[in-house]
């Protein structure tokens, strides 16, 4: 069923504040001048009204003035123009004067009247913090005035002491849309609105009953602890709810069973972190990094993605590799191993080669390990390096593959560029040319299928010979030189198990091939994607009940 008009706007208006304005101060990045920018408490004060059987819980903690300062071009003032225009309000002069610092919203049950043979109509609830309590109890009475005078039958009920003032639901001719909406000033620190009476009233329910509403939930309150001090928003949500919500399936039983994502401003740009919380123990983490993959040195600057980390030997038996069975479980269903589906086309993009993964590469590699796809224009797939370590199990390894290679049809063939001695797996190809006194000519020809080289302690594969000879005289030139890449993972704690690192304008369009969706991504969340120089990705921590992942976005021009 659909839902208010004006409830819509106030949700709308929480969950974009973030992705306009932060987005909209890229300009003073490499500044101290939005440093004290932060969340003015630790934790959503309004998860009181919220139960604990609700899927999701978002809350903004900090008041949307004070991200006012950061616009360019009134990002933020033309936001709240356009989805108030419809409610006869106008933000400067009926919130500003009384909003304080946490604005939550949460969708607080999966069908209103627990009816599944009517449909199913979701619970909405939105809290807003007061600093102004009478100011507030006058902005609901002038919110629902507004709607009598549109033709809204107004009805207000006296409930545990509180007044409750709702109307019939009506549906708006051009959206379609119910427009109904329930509201009540709770004490002076809170106004509620809800898309239906029944909402507001089990939240009222939830501060009375002291095992009801999420703050009393043992997972929450381990989930809390793990937000950021300054966190400017953050998220909780309840995992199996939302696979039941949105017709997903987890793995019986799921190993994560909530998770809370919070968001930080640093001084180069936005921190997201997660944490996964298990129900139990899980799988080891991976083996920590306290300092830059030293693989990294023979990733070129042109790699528009790179992963890097230690020990894929131990990635299938990680807690990493439990937290992508359940995403994919629930995504798809499928029992396939999601960790090769996602690293092979990496390994093996450019090459012909029938390569297990996990009995080919991952057994073998035990030290660092670099993988870097390098887009060329005019090219449809990037070409790669992989770049590991030498450990005593690499000799091995790297006669596997060229027992693979052989009995693919390949030759293994060794010469010398610029005094490097280069191996290839080639394949020789005769090919017939034309002569003027009409003999039988050909040439031979040689495909490669990839190449490789030691260098130091560490042995390189790339896709062809332009790629080795750019690895080859990177010198200084390489990812682990560069600033970008360095302000990148500088934002990431230390220690960590390694990370993703994507140069937005290099991969953008070989992103967008490999996942459409992500054109969709981009509209939504347009700004942040206008300004977005690098993603960087990784995961640290040690708690084995707990899976930590950051995500830094890097903004700027």
């Known amino acids: 069923m659909k839902q208010a008009l004006f409830f819509r706007s106030l949700a709308a208006i929480t969950m974009m ?10 300009g003073l990045f490499g500044t101290n001048s939005f440093v004290g920018i932060s969340g003015t408490t630790q934790q959503p004060g309004a998860a009181i009204f919220v139960s604990q059987q609700a899927p999701v819980m978002m809350s903004m903690l900090v008041n949307p003035d004070k991200l006012q300062v950061l616009e360019r071009e009134g990002e933020l003032s033309k936001l709240k123009t356009s989805l108030l225009a419809s409610t006869g309000l106008d933000y400067k002069q009926d919130i500003q004067p009384w909003l304080g610092n946490e604005i939550t919203l949460a969708v607080t049950t999966q069908d209103i009247d627990r009816d599944p043979s009517n449909g199913q109509q979701l619970g909405y609830l939105m809290a807003l913090a007061t600093k102004n309590p009478e100011k507030s109890r006058e902005f609901v009475d002038l919110l629902f005035s507004k ?15 509180i007044k409750l003032i709702f109307d019939s639901p ?14 009540a000033a709770v004490g002076d620190d809170f106004i509620l609105f809800a898309n239906d009476p029944k909402v507001l009233r089990e939240a009222i329910n939830n501060v009375q009953g002291p095992d009801l509403n999420i703050t009393t939930s043992s997972q929450y309150q381990q989930a809390v602890k793990q937000i950021p001090k300054g966190a ?43 944490s996964l919380l298990a129900q139990g123990e899980t799988a080891p983490p991976l083996e920590p990094l306290s300092q830059p993959v030293g693989a990294l040195q023979y990733i070129p600057t042109s790699a528009g993605l790179a992963i ?19 995403i994919k479980v629930a995504i798809s269903g499928s029992e396939k191993n999601i960790v090769s589906g996602l690293i092979k086309p990496v390994v ?33 797939n990037p070409d790669f390096v992989f770049v590991v370590e030498k450990t005593e199990t690499t000799p091995a390894g790297i006669s596997r593959l060229d027992e693979i290679a052989s009995s693919k049809g390949l030759s293994l063939n060794t010469f010398d560029i610029d005094k490097q001695k280069i191996s290839a797996w080639t394949q020789l190809k005769a090919t017939k040319v034309a002569d003027p006194q009409q003999r039988e000519k050909y040439t031979i020809e040689a495909k490669v299928s990839g190449v490789r080289i030691s260098q130091g302690n560490y042995e390189i594969l790339a896709s062809n010979l332009e790629t080795m000879n750019e690895i080859i005289n990177a010198k200084n030139n390489s990812l682990i030189s560069d600033r970008q890449f360095k302000n990148s993972i500088a934002a990431i704690p230390q220690p960590n198990q390694g990370y993703v690192y994507l140069d937005w304008a290099k991969s953008r369009e070989l992103l967008e091939n490999q996942f459409p969706i992500l054109k969709l991504a981009e509209i939504l ?3 942040i994607f206008e300004n977005l120089r690098s993603l960087t ?21």
Do not use: H
Not at 261 to 272: D, F, M, Q, R
């Open 17 to 26: 504040l973030l992705f306009i304005s932060i987005p909209g101060c890229s």
């Open 147 to 161: 709607r009598a005078i549109a033709g809204a039958n107004l009805t207000t009920e006296q409930y545990e002491g």
């Open 170 to 183: 009506q549906v708006d001719p051009k959206s379609k849309m119910q427009n109904s909406l329930a509201g």
């Open 232 to 274: 400017l928003a953050v998220a909780f949500l309840n995992l199996p709810n939302i696979a039941q919500w949105q017709g997903l399936k987890l793995p019986e039983p799921a190993t994560y069973d909530s998770e809370i994502v919070s968001v930080v401003l640093t001084n180069k740009g936005l921190l997201a972190e997660t």
């Open 308 to 326: 890097a980390g230690k020990s894929l030997s131990s990635l299938p038996n990680s807690n990493l590799n439990q937290v992508w069975e359940q």
């Open 348 to 380: 093996d993009v450019q090459t012909d080669l029938d390569i297990n993964l996990k009995e080919d590469i991952f057994t073998w590699v035990q030290g660092e390990y670099a993988i870097g796809l390098l887009p060329r224009s005019g090219q449809a």
């Open 525 to 527: 969340a347009k700004p």
């Open 537 to 557: 990705m990784s995961s640290y921590g040690s708690d084995t009940k707990i899976f930590k992942i950051g995500v830094f976005f890097q903004l700027g021009k």
